[in-house]
Every structure is written in C-alpha cells, then in structure tokens.
C-alpha cells in the first residue's frame, strides 16, 4: 500500500506545478505519494501556520512566520543529528540570505526551495532596454507604460525595498526606530509620485495581477518596477507577452541592495505522523540535484544556486537569474519576530494611507515607529 502524505503550497504555476512534479519523481523513488493543495498568495502571506500544520505534513512557508511558529511549536526543527553536513551544503549554497531567513532562535525551521525579492519587470519586446534610473520609469509612467503592485503587503515591500536603496534599511530590532525619518518619508514620497501617475487599481493589484496584465495580449504596459521576480513570465507561451526581470533600478550609489527579500521554504509540520518522510522530501527537494534539474523544468523559481548558475536555465528564462542574481544578493532580510506578521498587515495599511494622501508621510513615519515598537509586545 502506498504511503501518503499531504502537502500545502501557494496558487501559482511557479509555486505548484514543481511541487507535483517533483513528487512524482519522489513517489517512483521511495514509494511515498504526496497530494498538494494550494492556497491564494494572499493567503500565503497571512494564513496562520499553525492551523496548517494541523492539517498538512509538508507546508510551503515565508520567511517572515519564523518567530511566530517557533512561538507556536508547530513545526519540526529541520537541524536534526544526522543531516549537519546535508545542513551545511545547503548553507554554502544560498542565494542571498535565503538559508538564513528560516533559521530562528538558533534552529532551522524551512530549507529554501524558492528564491526571490524585488526586481524590476520589463518588456523586451516594447523597450530594448531595462530602465536603470527611477526618472525612467517616471517618464515612462507619464506614458502610461508602468503598473505597481500596491496591495498590502506589497505597498509595504516597495518601502522597505526603497528604505534600502537609499542607504538606510528599516529596522529588524525593537531597540531602534523602524524607520528613518529623513529616509523614510523619502521613499513614501517616491511611491506616492509613482503611485499617482499608475492606474488606481494598482492598489488592489498583487504582483500576480500586475504581471499577468503586462502579460497580456494588446498590453500597453512595459514595466513595473518594484516587484517581486516571477520566472514564469519569462518561460516562452507562459502568457502573450514574454516578461524579462532585471536588477533594481534607481540609480544609487549603493546599485541594487536593500529589495526585501522574498522567497519560500519548505516546512515539516510538528503533528506529522510520519516525521521522517517529510524531512527526507524536504532535504531532497531542496538540494542540488533537484533545484538544478527537474525543479526548474517544471516552472520552479529554485532556492539553491546552482540552479540560479546554470546555462540552460538561464537560455529559456530570458537569463532571470543572471540578471536580477545582484539585488538577490543584496538583499535585506525583513523582521520576524513574534509579533511582526499583525505589524506587516497594520504597516502595509499605513504605508498605503499615505501613498493616497489620506495622511501625511510624516504622520505614517511615525506611526510605524510606534507601531513597530508596540509589536515586540514591550
């Protein structure tokens, strides 16, 4: 009788579809079957684990949930005796600070399956070029070629992202300010400038919805340019238009460190019954041979590096991972404590107040210090 296990993931062709596919390899391996279902993005970034890991053995997590699910002992450390070398391959291996995001209180509680942060979208086929100054993408907004995703969280991304690039990221720590005064209205006002030359519907618009328009046949946009990379709207026949990404634009000094850093890992619930199987699926799917192989093929974004070096993955994705791998290795890692998921949703809120002009960027500085303060519960 074939073992069976369930998994749960996000709703995207690039979160899914790798998943299913490598478990059918999994399954003619060890005999072992995983059944996947999947949830909205939306639900993604904000559904408890908790509640997930009661019903699911394997779960595809963000970073950001790390303090809250250690709080909450629902999943299975991954740092277990016999694995340190698997462990510390996977370390070496890292895109940016993908390993190191799932690691919390000294134990590692996702291994890197997905690597991502924000980048800049942009149509080959319509510009040539990738824009490499933020008053390009200005003027090209003014032409009505430039969409951004402004739905919460990712109004808030794009702050964080900006926050970086201009030299001072928000803080990861309850002692300091969350945000720069000087720096942070700096940056709410780059987003309003932008967000009042874009269709208004970008405020309910994921990056999802945002690349599937610049996808779409007849589309007038060409860039979008603080958003999170997706390699699947690089993949020829994904949608009409092919998508390329490329590093940060701007045009700072520092060049393109500071994108909040996305991504996914894989998880082990703590209430599996079958504890054993899960990491070892979670060690084989994360690991080089996988990631560099049958992941990608099958429309994965992949966490290990090799497959962000590898030739032919680079050939059929119009090179995604040469050309935004520079802002990946830059980039800042968000806070995770317990506490910070209920202040990215109240962050994301304000960021977004003041994006409108419902309330002034001085205001919202403030009140995301002390609301930031407020979320280690001191």
Known sequence: MIRRLKGMTWSH??????MVACSADWLSTTGVAIDW?????????SFPVEELARQYDLIVIDHPHVGQITAEG???PLDIPGRHGDLAELAKASVGASFPSYNWRGRQWALPIDAAAQVLAWRPDRLGIAPTQWSEVLDLARNGEVLLPLLPPHSLM???????QLGRPCSVAAEKPFADVEIGERALEMIRELASLVDPACFAADP???LDLIGEVGSPFAVSPLIYGYVSYSLEGFRANRIAFADLSGGEALGPVGSALGGTGIAVSAFSADRGATIDFAYWVAGEAIQAGPYWRSGGQPG???AWDDGKA??????FYRATRRTLEGAWLRPRHNGYMPFQEKASHIVNAAVSGDISVAHAIERLNDDFRRSFGG
């Open 13 to 18: 062709p690039r979160g899914y579809d790798p």
């Open 37 to 45: 279902d999947k949830r909205s993005l939306q639900d993604f970034e």
């Open 74 to 76: 629902c999943l299975a």
């Open 158 to 164: 794009g702050f964080f992202t900006l926050c970086g």
């Open 208 to 210: 999802i919805a945002v």
């Open 304 to 306: 290990h590096a090799a």
């Open 314 to 319: 680079n050939a059929a994705t119009l090179d």
